[in-house]
């Protein structure tokens, strides 16, 4: 096989399907078995060692079926035929690989570190539809790794709307005696606030009139707010709303705990979790310009030849000279007043994405902060 054959955990179909071969030609199979083995690249130790079938003797066609406990473990494995011949002599083919990969989420929770946007801004099924003929299995990592060159490259503009859950607690206070005095503490209870054991008072609103409790969620803008849980009970979603899409704001007249045992774990007595999706998703021209990537990608990696550029015209294949024409770049007309100007790909939608949204090669977006400005008025940005 040429190419890497990709199949999911706990799968049992496609089969394998090969064409065993000589020198280029096709091995006349009349008369003999085969064994189908697979081994974890790094190990010796075989995954797989079971008869196939003979689908075409005359064509060397052959055939595995998985079976239950054939891709229980993910990861990239080596594969290859033994043949036994009529003769009873014996023939292994060079070895090919198969990669079983897991339908996991990245995770974006804080338990491993993450690079790039939380999700691949296209499909296998998307780049398999855009260039029919292949198997939309061999695009399945390319996308990932499509959508993480061109985050880059789009100065980390688009990471994707993410799943977070944190355990907010308020820098400003402490949590012991000490952190709240007994004339505030005595103001805080009178004023209905609520007080933790080891003297902990709550978020306040310095926007309001009168008391409002809000929490400053990380990650901007806030879409969607999952769920929230304190002491293990999950928060009437009608008892808070986001404003500016960062603040997580009482309406019910409570207040959020400014502090938790961060020593217990979540959802225990004590402690409080926000769940919630935050985030800028890529726009369209992001998707078809991470379709078009990954393809080129994926046939370059298996050695494959690639389409010309866009608006080319003379090529010379042993001087690796490409004549284009001056207009045919969308990319390029786009940033011809650039300062800097980036070089382009020859891939016209990933050059228009890139001259569209980042035109000047910037590594990330720009921030503007300052300790004294003005507090803003707000308004309510989701449920």
Not at 312 to 341: I, N, P
């Amino acid at each position: 096989m040429s190419r890497v054959f990709t199949v999911f955990v706990g799968n049992t179909s496609p089969s394998v399907l090969d064409t065993i071969s000589v020198a280029g030609a096709a091995q006349d199979l009349t008369g003999a078995t085969v064994r189908f083995r697979m081994r974890p690249v790094h190990s010796t130790a075989l995954k797989v060692d079971a008869p196939g079938v003979v689908v075409t003797p005359a064509a060397g066609v052959v055939r595995y079926d998985w079976v239950v406990g054939d891709l229980d473990t993910e990861g990239r494995y080596a594969a290859w035929w033994q043949v036994t011949f009529a003769s009873g002599r014996i023939q292994d083919t060079p070895e090919f690989d198969i990669d079983v990969e897991a339908h996991d989420p990245l995770d974006v929770t804080g338990a491993a570190p993450a690079v790039g946007p939380c999700s691949a801004w296209c499909t296998a099924e998307d780049v398999d539809e855009a260039y029919p003929g292949g198997v939309p299995g061999d695009y399945a990592d390319w996308t990932m790794a499509a959508s993480q060159v061109l985050h880059e490259l789009s100065a980390r503009q688009f990471g994707g709307a993410c799943t977070y859950t944190i355990r907010p607690c308020s820098a400003g206070c402490g949590c012991w005696d000490g952190g709240v005095g007994p004339l505030a503490l005595r103001g805080l209870e009178a004023a209905g606030v609520r007080v933790g054991p080891g003297g902990c008072g709550s978020w306040a609103s310095r926007c309001s009139c009168g008391v409002v409790s809000e929490v400053l969620l990380p990650g901007y803008p806030v879409v969607s707010i999952s769920e929230v849980r304190i002491d293990g009970v999950v928060v009437n979603p009608l008892s808070y709303r986001v404003d500016n899409r960062a603040y997580l704001v009482r309406t019910d007249g409570g207040f959020w705990p400014a502090c938790q045992d961060v020593g217990s774990a979540a959802g225990s007595a004590g402690t409080w979790t926000v769940t919630y999706v935050a985030g800028v998703s890529p726009p369209e021209i992001a998707r078809l310009a991470a379709i078009e990537l990954a393809y080129h990608l994926s046939r370059a990696f298996r050695g494959e030849s690639c389409g010309l550029p866009s608006g080319a015209r003379k090529v010379t294949r042993q001087g690796v000279t490409v004549d284009r024409q001056g207009v045919a770049f969308l990319a390029r007309e786009l940033r011809s007043s650039a300062s800097r100007e980036a070089k382009s790909s020859g891939l016209m939608v990933v050059d228009a994405f890139i001259a569209a949204y980042n035109p000047h090669g910037h590594r990330r977006a720009a921030a503007v902060w300052t300790p004294d400005r003005p507090s803003m008025g707000r308004r309510q940005t989701a449920p």
